[in-house]
Structure formats: structure tokens, C-alpha cells
């Protein structure tokens, strides 16, 4: 270990590495498994919002590497064309620890003591405080940042990637 900055990493890939591990295997298929191991990965991060922004820091760590790889196996049992793998693995992959530390870790640098609730009502609080003709939807949307769950506003965003992957994908997945 040569600096604190490698420990955090590492320390935050063992957080990526207690998801997997409370991540369930629908049989349902695919879809299904990429959704589990998802809110799973975001859950964890949501217990350890230090670790949020961590996860892919570098991007060569042992759970981070497994996160894309297991996201890319399970896009490869969807049916999609081999060509898309790659590109829809890593937008999924990027999505789960990116939008995740977008959405958890802010609590974690406003400090210890501002709660999720004061964090939410300060940015709304600025938000109220724009131009509503240089910014109509921020102006108007203060109240639902006040009141929206974390986790709802996450699965939104996946299950819009996962409905554009299923429509996507060829209906006959190979084995």
C-alpha cells in the first residue's frame, strides 16, 4: 500500500465485493439477474456512501473488474447482437456506480452531520433560487428533489436501460 487514497480504493472494492455477494440469481432470466446485481451494487453504496465515489478508482480492481464482467456475461445471455456487448456492458456497468455515487455520495461530502433530508431541502432551497426562464425545469421541479427516493430515481433510469436492451435484443438468447 503506498498512500491512503490506494487503501480507500481497495476498501471501497470490498464494498463492491459484499454486493455481489447480497445480490440474489433470479431465474427469470438475464434482465432480471442485471436488475438484482444493480440495486444490489446501489444498496451497498447507499449503506457506504464514502465508497460511491471509489468504486472505479482505479478501474482495475479485482470487484470492479468482476462487476463488468459479470454485467457483460449476463448482456451476452440477452440475445443481443456480440457487436453491442461491449458497449451496452460498459454503459450498464457505468450507469450502476456512476448515477449510484451521483446519488449517494453528495450526502457524504456535505459532512457527517447534514442529514439526507437537510441535504435534499439546501439544494432545492438554490434550486428555488434560479432564473425559471434560464432554468424551467429546475425551478419547477424543487418540490419533487425535496420528496423523491433515492433508490426509486435509480431503478427508473435502469429499468429504462433495461427495457431498451430487451427491445434490442433478439427474443432467442443463445445459451
Do not use: C
Not at 462487476?67 to 456475461?73: A, F, K, N, P, S
Not at 445471455?77 to 453528495?106: D, K, M, N
Amino acid at each position: 500500500m503506498t498512500n491512503k487514497d490506494e487503501l480507500v480504493a481497495l476498501a471501497a472494492d470490498q464494498v463492491l465485493g459484499h454486493a455481489f455477494a447480497a445480490a440474489p440469481h433470479p431465474e427469470e432470466g438475464a434482465d432480471a439477474e442485471l436488475r438484482a446485481l444493480a440495486i444490489a451494487v446501489f444498496d451497498a453504496l447507499d449503506r457506504h456512501p464514502w465508497a460511491a465515489f471509489h468504486v472505479n478508482t482505479p478501474p482495475t480492481l479485482a470487484n470492479a473488474l468482476h462487476l463488468l464482467d459479470r454485467v457483460g456475461t449476463l448482456v451476452a445471455r440477452t440475445g443481443l447482437p456480440a457487436e453491442q456487448h461491449f458497449a451496452v456492458s460498459t454503459a450498464i456497468s457505468y450507469y450502476i456506480t456512476g448515477v449510484s455515487a451521483q446519488i449517494v455520495a453528495p450526502r457524504a461530502t456535505a459532512g457527517a452531520a447534514t442529514s439526507r433530508d437537510a441535504f435534499l431541502t439546501q439544494t432545492a432551497e438554490s434550486g428555488e433560487k434560479l432564473d425559471p426562464a434560464d432554468y424551467p425545469f429546475l425551478t419547477r421541479t424543487t418540490t419533487e428533489l425535496r420528496d423523491h427516493d433515492d433508490r426509486d430515481q435509480f431503478t427508473t433510469g435502469l429499468d429504462l436501460l433495461l427495457d431498451g436492451l430487451s427491445s434490442t435484443a433478439d427474443p432467442r438468447p443463445s445459451a
